[in-house]
């Protein structure tokens, strides 16, 4: 069963870094752009940043531009590197893929494969 796979999540003080893993597991995904989203309690699933599957152009929310990268690598993982990282960057967060070109994509219904999640928590 084709699917993603979360790593690098945890618990870090406010103002430091962590970065985030998603690797493939049972199919490539590399003809797919790839986002990741974030959920924190009682709250809607919120797109956090997106990359297309050439790795050459990048898109992200406001509330995290300037302080979060996102990447890929010619084996298909992707990458979220966080910086500067704030109690309410607090949440579960995903990793997705979409088949669709042609725009940035920030509604999570537009993403066919997601990870299990993983919980990254900031303490103040």
């Known amino acids: 069963q084709a699917q993603l796979v979360e790593s690098g999540g945890g618990l870090v003080q406010a103002g430091g870094s962590l970065r985030l893993s998603c690797a493939p597991s049972?199919?490539?995904?590399?003809?797919?752009?790839m986002g990741w989203f974030r959920q924190a309690p009682g709250k809607e699933r919120a797109f956090v940043a997106a990359?297309?599957?050439?790795?050459?152009?990048t898109y992200y929310a406001d509330y995290v531009k300037g302080r979060f990268t996102i990447s890929r690598d010619n084996a298909e993982t992707v990458y979220l590197q966080m910086n500067s990282l704030k109690p309410e960057d607090t949440a579960v967060y995903y990793c997705?893929?979409?088949?669709?070109?042609?725009?940035?994509?920030?509604?999570?219904?537009?993403?066919?494969?997601w990870g299990q999640g993983t919980q990254v928590t900031v303490s103040s």
């Open positions: 997705a893929a979409t088949p669709l070109s042609g725009g940035w994509y920030t509604d999570y219904n537009k993403y066919n494969y």
């Open positions: 049972g199919r490539t995904f590399s003809s797919y752009a």
């Open positions: 990359i297309r599957r050439s790795g050459g152009s």
